[in-house]
């Protein structure tokens, strides 16, 4: 059985091309999902949840569904730069997938909502996302027969509450978990499942081009906020993690993503203003562009063409869109 925590100092040599040696690389196999005491699992509910999620009934117009923004084919995002809500209404920001979002401590870029299901709610009620009344959504979900009878077999008493709704959602979000990756079984032991390309780019990952920094864990996030000097025009920049705390230090900062499934998720940024991961590189390595509250860690980097080549192909090993979620591949359950 994999350790939760497993560390290899590895040399690795192949007969016909050369591979950097990779050195005391701390390697995290994704955890198995726990469920709050507040919301336990149950297959029942994981159904009603994932029955709500497809639904347009929780959008005023019954036009726009979660997965509107989170489709399955997409890596649960919608691969545009904003996401499109009701009424066609451009929004701020780019969609972020739901994939491991059961793991996080903060949800949305800014990190406003600790938990799957004060997050559910959200979007259900901004004006500019689906802009529905929960008093009126109750009434609507109660008046179908389907929703009646799942209810009642999920929760006891068969009230329709925004609270359970919440719940059922965030129960099958909890689901969405990525598969195995090339990373993982390279770790696991397939010294064949990356290429030395990747494995020169796992190096730099962790060295040179320093995105490890941030990049951590079995998530490849440090669960934290900042600013990566993201736009050279400050009159259009977002204010990010301070438009929740208020803080000076947070202006501009945004939530570090989880790099698992990263090779399915573009356009990315909390703007979706990079079309593609080797524009990231590129943007990293330059170092942002100027910002007074701008992180330390931004600066830059000096990779070369072949680095940053190397540097792409370890990321695409964290990909997994063919082992996750079952639906992966359709637009509705």
Not at 208 to 220: E, N, Q
């Amino acid at each position: 059985m994999i350790q939760r925590v497993l560390v290899f100092i590895i040399i690795l040599s192949y007969s016909v091309t050369p591979v950097a040696k990779v050195e005391a690389i701390v390697y995290e196999p994704v955890p198995e999902m726990t469920f709050p005491e507040s919301n336990p699992w149950s297959q029942e509910k994981e159904e009603l949840g994932r029955k709500l999620f497809f639904d347009p009934i929780l959008s005023e117009d019954n036009t726009i569904s979660c997965s509107s923004c989170h489709l399955p084919k997409k890596s649960w995002t919608d691969g545009l730069p904003q996401s499109v809500g009701i009424k066609n209404q451009v929004l701020k920001r780019n969609s972020p997938s739901i994939l491991n979002s059961g793991f996080l401590k903060t949800l949305f870029w800014d990190g406003r909502t600790k938990s799957l299901e004060d997050q559910a709610l959200m979007p259900i009620q901004d004006k500019a996302e689906m802009n529905q009344g929960l008093d009126k959504l109750m009434e609507e979900l109660a008046s179908k027969p389907d929703y009646r009878k799942m209810f009642k077999a999920v929760f006891s008493g068969s009230e329709i509450t925004p609270e359970k709704l919440a719940m059922a959602i965030a129960t099958f979000e909890r689901t969405i978990i990525t598969g195995k990756t090339a990373y993982d079984r390279y770790w696991e032991g397939d010294l064949e499942a990356i290429s030395p390309a990747a494995i020169r780019g796992m190096k730099l990952f962790s060295g040179k081009a320093k995105c490890s920094i941030c990049h951590s864990g079995p998530l490849f996030t440090d669960q934290q906020f900042h600013n990566i000097g993201l736009t050279s025009d400050q009159t259009k920049k977002d204010e990010g993690r301070k438009s929740v705390t208020g803080e000076a230090f947070h202006d501009g900062a945004f939530k570090t993503p989880g790099l698992r499934g990263i090779s399915s998720t573009a356009p990315f940024m909390h703007d979706g203003g990079m079309p593609d991961l080797l524009s990231v590189i590129e943007f990293y390595d330059q170092g942002g562009f100027p910002d007074d509250r701008k992180s330390p860690f931004i600066s830059p980097i000096g990779l070369d063409d072949n680095e940053k080549k190397d540097l792409l192909e370890f990321l695409l090993t964290l990909g997994s869109q063919k082992n996750a979620y079952p639906p992966f591949n359709q637009d509705s359950p």
